[in-house]
């Protein structure tokens, strides 16, 4: 469907180059990296600054059209699809560093800037930022999805670490929200209420986040186990006794497989733990026997160290690989997401019934996850014009969501709703607390046109 | 102005002994510890239930009557005044620590306990509650401003941690937000939203809140400072390489001289910083050697130290005491709030400015505050019936508000807007992100009867 008229010439005008209706841009701007299917926009326009994303919004809400903020399209549950079609609102080109307040540990950036891209502003200044989802995903994505990743069971999530916002409303106005002290009192949370709307009530066009120093001692760890129960237990005895560990994630035998296929490592194939250890080089020391004496009660053997920053960057590396690697597990396939989160004490219980789910389909499926948070995904690999393959996949995805918030956990650690868990959200939060997100939508967005068809059932 | 007849009755004869309208209840219920002048509700109900809040905040609705949520009265910035009348809702019966899940490390109350009467619950589990405001406060009213006190550098505020509300919104309906996950990405932050927002947008009767291991070691230390651009310099320093204290306080000359007379304590009269460091035995060491470094260069002295816990709490007592010492500098008079906060870089010239404004007024103005985070507070004693001394305090509370808020920080960083901030909220906000606020008011409150006259301007 085509664009109304006048906001197709309005649009061209004024973006020349940066604005197009051309098939292949179109398809790349209305596909993710899931299963969900290819949903393009009407048009893509490159913003390049806030005034510029103002001007859309407010144009597109003249002509009742849709607007669906883009970064680099690594979402997992269809976020940047446009079912209802629209504007794709891509704001990569925004990719400035504005201000690093290194005396003040905080940074502001546009939103088109990546994490990598903050990291690599940051050197120089002994400071770092820690959260890192698996794609080298744009700051206003994770902000969007409330994105966490490795680092978060130390650091917190995009929900602790984002300050402020400047955010364009659904009517193109531009608010500040929330600010640059470390903690106020004043007024409603605005900035929390923007991290994990998903574009739905506001555009976020540029965040200020929270920054740590490179801790003065780093070192990391992997631990083979004889099963993934006693791995699980290792992680929850850790966290209950309040180790200040920075990481501490789960591969199953299927993902250490995929990984040495993947990354030419020779890493035991069995239930692993890789941890990280932060601080002075006598508490990263500590840190590091008190875990090991716990992962030596429960079986944990081969333990391998890595202190040297090469070392340690390939075990990352290897842990960060794991996605792509299981993908070619089985080549021409698409991963089908899951990505629950369960308070730690019902871990183990959790895995282990996903376990004798996962036993009882034909699909491979790889399971590896931020553990110390209680959050693991599964890596279910489908071949998608294969109906038993989608159905099993479904199954294990609902079953999974299901058990995990039947033990109070969620249906999303880190992933978000986007299309793919609005179905879920009330059973997760009852129908009156949908209510109250949905009185919230209409008083932001009463036309429905900020990323619709997103979030909310 | 009394309650409708119809409304009269029905409570009464729903409540019985536990609704009042009797004067005293009422004038208890209209006045907080602070300069505002007191403004009594019409009648008084003490809630034992959720569905009993429900049910009062159903029966105002049908008749228009405001309603107000009550703790202990605790609060500095008028919140549980009813300038508009109406019902004051007392939740200090709802006392009840419903569930500790001490294997996840959180704890559901209803919102009438308080932070001291949480933390005896918990002995035993080796666990604690953090967040410390200077009185006892019910956690329902500290969740409602956001509170934090002189942990909240190390452990955050109740922002960070309040995981999951179970709350009665304006046409009395109950909700759940949140939950027992650590985290999430499912739908919108509802938890973040209603903390801080001081009962106007719903009054939140049950609360999961996080809980924190109690630390192996802990050591508290005093040392005195030439100058407070000293002692502000060392906690600058200390924030700035990383150090995990867990509290770093900062009090001048007049509040030590007044905690002497208070406490019987023989401190040294002088700017103070009080720390407290919490770890593993070698890593308390370690922070506090690399603190006595920093404060040594920076001309500190008289090092204190107290590992035992007697000797802790003998100091942490004084610290805590400051506020009532304070009070008793000026016997019969009322303490003028003020509550800023800044980007820590900026602390040092804040403090400068602000004591320079000190030095042009009459009253007795002290100093201190939770200087890690960037937080202080002034405690300016005024006879409430001089006219000089009102327009004195009020001067320099302005003046300060002012001054933080052109140093990107925040007109209240725990106490919260109430009444007395709200003509703070659009200089530090604008007018569009509190217009954003209003909207969100009118979403969730459109007859205006939730803590009405309060945050919003």
Redesign the interface.
């Known amino acids: 469907m085509p664009l109304p008229t006048a906001l197709h010439e309005e649009l061209k005008n004024r973006f020349a180059q940066r604005y197009t209706t051309g098939e292949s841009a179109c398809l790349q701007h209305g596909r993710d990296e899931s299963v969900h299917c290819p949903a393009p926009p009407d048009a893509v326009v490159l913003a390049e600054s806030t005034e510029e994303i103002a001007a859309v919004v407010r144009l597109c809400a003249e002509h009742g059209v849709p607007v669906i903020p883009y970064g680099v399209g690594s979402s997992v549950e269809g976020h940047v699809l446009a079912p209802n079609g629209g504007v794709s609102l891509d704001l990569s080109l925004m990719n400035e560093v504005l201000v690093i ?1 290194a ?4 940074a502001t950036v546009q939103a088109g800037v990546t994490r990598k891209q903050l990291n690599d502003a940051l050197k120089g200044t002994g400071l770092f930022f820690p959260i890192d989802p698996g794609a080298d995903a744009t700051l206003g994505g994770m902000a969007a ?4 990743g490795t680092n ?2 130390r650091y ?2 995009m ?2 670490n984002v300050m402020a916002t400047t955010t364009v ?1 659904a009517d193109g ?5 929330g ?12 900035t ?2 923007l ?3 998903e574009g739905t ?1 506001g555009i976020m066009t540029e965040l200020t986040v929270k920054l ?2 490179i ?1 003065e001692a780093i070192s990391a760890a992997v631990c083979t186990f004889p099963t993934i129960e006693a791995a699980v237990q290792t992680v ?1 005895q850790t ?4 180790v ?1 560990v920075a990481r501490i994630e789960l591969l199953d035998t299927l993902s250490l497989s995929a990984i040495n296929k993947f990354s030419k490592t020779t890493l035991a194939e069995a239930p692993t733990l890789f941890f990280e250890f932060h ?2 080089p ?2 990263v020391e ?1 840190q590091a026997q008190t875990v090991q004496a716990i992962a030596d009660d429960l079986g944990g053997a081969n333990f391998e160290w890595a202190t040297r920053p090469e070392d340690r960057s390939r075990l990352w590396q290897a842990r960060h690989d794991a996605y792509f690697a299981c993908l070619q597990l089985k080549p021409g396939c698409r991963c089908f997401p899951t ?1 629950v ?5 019902r871990l183990a219980e959790c895995i282990a019934e996903t376990q004798a789910d996962i036993a009882q389909v034909s699909i491979p499926i790889a399971l590896f996850g931020h553990v110390g ?3 693991f995904h599964l890596v279910v690999l489908v071949d998608t014009d294969n109906a038993k393959e989608m159905e099993e996949a479904a199954w294990i995805s609902r079953r999974v969501v299901e058990r ?1 918030i039947a033990m ?10 986007g299309l793919g ?1 609005k179905k ?2 009330v059973a ?3 129908e ?6 949905r ?2 939508k ?3 967005d009463p036309k429905n046109l900020l990323n619709p068809g997103k ?1 909310l059932p």
């Open positions: 307040h005396e003040d540990g905080d999805t409330r994105a966490s978060a069971v917190g999530t929900r602790e409303l106005r531009i608010v500040k929200t600010g640059r002290a470390r903690k106020s009192s004043a007024g409603y949370d605005l929390r209420l991290v994990g709307s009530l740590y120093p801790p929850i966290i209950q006794l309040g200040p601080g002075s006598a508490g500590e990505d989160c369960v308070p730690i004490s948070d209680g959050n995990s109070e956990g969620t249906c999303t650690g880190e992933h978000g709703i868990k879920y959200l997760e939060h009852g009156g607390a949908v209510e109250v997100m009185a919230l209409m008083a932001l979030v």
